[in-house]
């Protein structure tokens, strides 16, 4: 195995398929066996999330599958990571809408819960949809 670090991460794994739909619709994708190599170079486990609402192109799940496996090789921290996954799937897809929650498994005691959201202000977004959820509870995740 060879270990790589975060700035080789390859978007071009990721394809995108036509939608076939005019209408709008969202598209939930769950990974529940996400792994990564944390800084320490220990391995890190966690379960991702997308909610995606698709314009001209949708995810190819198995590019997808592809993307995820290339990470199990990545020294990357959880917080860059999320945003980096962020960055290559609006890049690639173009989402009118992209939710990303990264629940990471315990380490050392403690578990930490990410998300990011292509419609919060601070995102560039316009907050259209105001349905957060997750800022809210306690750890769950609608699905």
């Known amino acids: 195995m060879t270990k790589k670090l975060y700035q080789q991460i390859d978007k071009t794994i990721l394809k995108g398929l036509p939608n076939p739909s005019k209408e709008k619709y969202e598209m939930k994708i769950k990974v529940p066996e996400f792994t990564f190599l944390g800084m320490h170079e220990q391995p ?5 999330y997308i909610t995606f609402y698709p314009k001209g192109r949708i995810i190819e799940l198995k590019s997808l599958k592809l993307y995820v496996y290339h990470l199990r090789d990545i020294i990357v921290s959880y917080e860059r990571l999320i945003n980096i996954i ?6 690639v897809y173009e989402a009118d809408r992209l939710r990303i929650t990264l629940i990471c498994n315990p380490r050392g005691g403690i578990s930490s819960k990410l998300v990011i959201d292509s419609d919060w202000k601070d995102r560039g977004g ?3 949809f105001k349905d957060y959820p997750e800022r809210d509870d306690e750890w769950g995740i609608l699905m």
């Open 86 to 91: 962020y960055d290559h799937m609006m890049e």
């Open 44 to 48: 890190d486990f966690a379960k991702l």
């Open 126 to 128: 316009d907050e259209r």
